[in-house]
């Protein structure tokens, strides 16, 4: 339709309708959306000369953290599927998404490195681990170093409504988890009726608690 869209694009009308602000506070430290949305871009070139491309899968497995949001909005710029994974569950389970997904590329944190090589034992399609903070072991990329090194990818992939933007694992409490599909236009309308029924108003400082593996914080936060 005359309407689709990338989910990225909202974020970069932000920046031109509002200017620099803060967008967040994490240890300590102000990020501005600006700041966010450089990071965002060198990661998205990184993404891409490491080879994902459009309609690839990647994961990411870790805490809310500033990192989380540039993973997504560098995944969902070239166009590829975000797959969100509990950082709480364990070793089995998460080798078990990473097969389940097709996913060759993962963003995660270093604290979690034992249980990462032990998945990657089990997920021999996974060929790029992407590791945020220290240490960086051989065979792995350091996400700021990526960063760092990597110029801005200032395009955005044009996406169709029925785009793949998510694609989030149920709890498989009653057995394997499912992979539920998510496309651009179903995150953007479930955004949007959040806003439109429980408005924020400029200004307002919200504190983060739902997880982004989850849908519910995908569709409040992102």
Avoid at 37 to 61: F, N
Wanted: include cysteine.
């Amino acid at each position: 339709t005359d309407d689709s869209m990338n989910l990225v694009e909202l974020a970069e009308a932000r920046i031109r309708d509002f200017g620099e602000y803060v967008y967040a506070v994490f240890e300590g430290r102000e990020i501005t959306n600006v700041e966010m949305e450089r990071s965002s871009k060198k990661l998205a070139s990184a993404l891409r000369s490491l080879g994902v491309k459009r309609g690839d899968r990647v994961l990411i497995q870790m805490p809310n953290r500033p990192e989380v949001f540039q993973s997504f909005g560098a995944i969902w710029r070239i166009g590829a599927t975000v797959v969100p994974v509990n950082h709480m569950i364990g070793a089995e389970e998460s080798a078990f998404i990473y097969r389940d997904s097709g996913a060759e590329t993962l963003i995660t944190s270093s604290d979690f490195l034992p249980r990462t090589e032990s998945c990657r034992a089990n997920a021999p399609a996974l060929r790029n681990v992407i590791l945020v903070g220290a240490p960086v072991p051989a065979g792995y990329h350091s996400y700021a170093r990526l960063v760092n090194e990597s110029p801005e990818e200032t395009g955005i992939a044009g996406l169709d409504d029925n785009d793949l933007a998510a694609i989030v694992y149920t709890a498989g409490t009653t057995g394997r988890p499912k992979g539920a599909m998510h496309t651009h236009h179903s995150l953007y309308s479930g955004g949007k009726m959040l806003n439109d029924s429980v408005p924020v108003p400029e200004g307002t400082v919200s504190l983060f608690v739902l997880p982004m593996c989850h849908v519910y914080g995908i569709s409040c936060m992102v």
